[in-house]
């Protein structure tokens, strides 16, 4: 018995009929289905703003680095106190102290944790040791970035704002990029901060490159 034409392969090179199942043609559509990928859209146009780098001790970290590649001079604040803090969505206690000086058209900041709590610190680093942490952006809505990086399927590793109201966010995005991503809003206090910083890099002649500051 022979069989039915729709149960016949068309010879190779052969194009089936494109209308699909057994046709008034007699042939089957073979053609596989086509499968859409959607991108998931960016967060937003990010472009970096600062690179921080763990380090055990900011204020020794900040003489060396002024000595050796005239970054600088650093403005550190220790213990800096926040008012909300989520780490991985938990509330959290995150006791650091930062150092923030100029390199070029980049701020580098200097970032150390007073102890071993589970934190986006001790994600990369152990007390001792010494990296890049994670790199700044400004974005121009801090919640509606997040809402896009939760939508995106991002991990919110830490969700926090300082007393005197800069809220920021780290993005762990160590396994794409090998560091975390900071993200906060360019606006108010924090704004002028990044210029003082800058000014504070003109034509500075390499002396006290460590400056403590109050909040």
């Keep these: 018995r022979s069989l039915p034409r729709c149960a016949v392969r068309p010879p190779i090179g052969t194009a089936p009929d494109r209308c699909g199942g057994c046709s008034k043609a007699g042939a089957v559509d073979r053609t596989p289905p086509r499968i859409v990928l959607k991108a998931s859209p960016p967060i937003c146009a990010l472009e970096p703003v600062q690179i921080a780098y763990h380090v055990p001790d900011p204020e020794r970290a900040a003489g060396e680095l002024a000595r050796r590649f005239g970054w600088g001079p650093f403005f550190l604040f220790e213990h800096i106190a926040l008012s909300k803090c989520l780490y991985r969505g938990a509330p959290a206690v995150f ?37 890049v942490h994670h790199v700044a952006h400004f974005v121009p809505d801090l919640p509606r970035a997040l809402d896009r990086a939760r939508a995106a399927g991002a991990d919110i590793a830490l969700d926090a ?8 966010a780290m993005l762990d995005t160590s396994r794409e990029l090998g560091h975390m991503t900071e993200l906060y809003e360019g606006t108010g206090d924090l ?12 034509d500075w002649d390499g002396l006290e490159p460590l400056r403590r500051l109050q909040v």
């Design 191 to 202: 704004l002028k901060f990044y210029r003082y910083v800058r000014r504070a890099a003109q």
């Design 95 to 131: 006791d650091h102290s930062s150092a923030y000086g100029q390199a070029g058209e980049l701020m580098v900041e200097l970032i150390t944790q007073h102890d071993d709590r589970p934190s986006v610190l001790r994600d990369l680093y152990a007390r001792d040791a010494v990296g």
């Design 161 to 168: 704002c300082t007393l005197t109201g800069t809220s920021f």
